[in-house]
């Protein structure tokens, strides 16, 4: 039945691409399009109001914004799931937009059935993305945990909570406007927040909080 179905919303820049992966969700994916679009700006109300609980995004469509796009719907929109699709197998890349909230990823090569697969593993809660990459993203996410404050040093310094969580994303090499939007706060508070950590462990710059957590030996 209609209600039992998990509702798609679907943004790709080509028309034939678009219609063609409509129509495939419905029928091999028994999912509900509850909306189409062809470039991400004219999205942001329509996926607000239609309800869904997918999104699906393709490259060509975003071109250079989707990271933004991505966590910015998933800021307005609680819950929902968004795959990308159609993307470059360049890790920094799949790893900004694992940052900015995407749960699927899948390359150029992927297949109609692969898209659709994909998918129906998100909704039920899996996440999605080639072998290679994920095996990067697990490097990734270890290096940014080998830089979190251990509990003596926050204590010792100071660092309030979100302080703690800013550390490794600093750690990680992320931008301030990155931090924000992955943390969902203004450029400024970051900016605060990191002049405050400077402060507490008596550092000049950014790279020397780095510095410091590594040649004092004071990370988990």
């Not at 209609?2 to 063609?20: P, Q």
């Not at 975003?62 to 910015?72: M, T």
């Not at 251990?150 to 204590?155: E, M, V």
């Not at 605060?192 to 988990?220: K, P, T």
């Amino acid at each position: 039945m209609a209600e039992d179905k998990s509702s798609v919303f679907l943004v790709a820049g080509n028309r034939l691409l678009r219609e063609a992966l409509a129509k495939l969700l419905v029928r091999k994916g028994d999912f509900n399009v509850c909306g189409v679009s062809f470039c991400v700006p004219n999205t942001p109300h329509s996926m607000v109001s239609s309800g869904a609980e997918v999104l699906i995004l393709d490259s060509a469509s975003a071109r250079q914004s989707y990271c933004a796009f991505v966590s910015k719907i998933v800021s307005q929109v609680p819950g929902i799931k968004v795959v990308l699709i159609d993307m470059d197998d360049d890790r920094e890349i799949f790893l900004e937009c694992v940052r900015a909230g995407a749960v699927g990823y899948l390359l150029k090569d992927a297949s109609a059935s692969e898209v659709v697969s994909g998918v129906q593993a998100v909704v039920r809660g899996q996440a999605v993305c080639p072998p290679g990459l994920c095996a990067y993203l697990f490097r990734a996410y270890s290096r940014n945990w080998t830089a979190i404050p251990s509990a003596r040093i926050r204590l010792e310094f100071g660092l309030t909570r979100r302080q703690q969580q800013i550390v490794p994303l600093i750690a990680g090499g992320l931008t301030n406007k990155e931090i924000a939007s992955q943390l969902s706060l203004s450029e400024q508070t970051i900016k605060n927040h990191i002049h405050e950590i400077m402060q507490r462990v008596g550092v000049a710059n950014r790279m020397q909080v780095i510095d410091w957590l590594n040649l004092s030996g004071q990370v988990r």
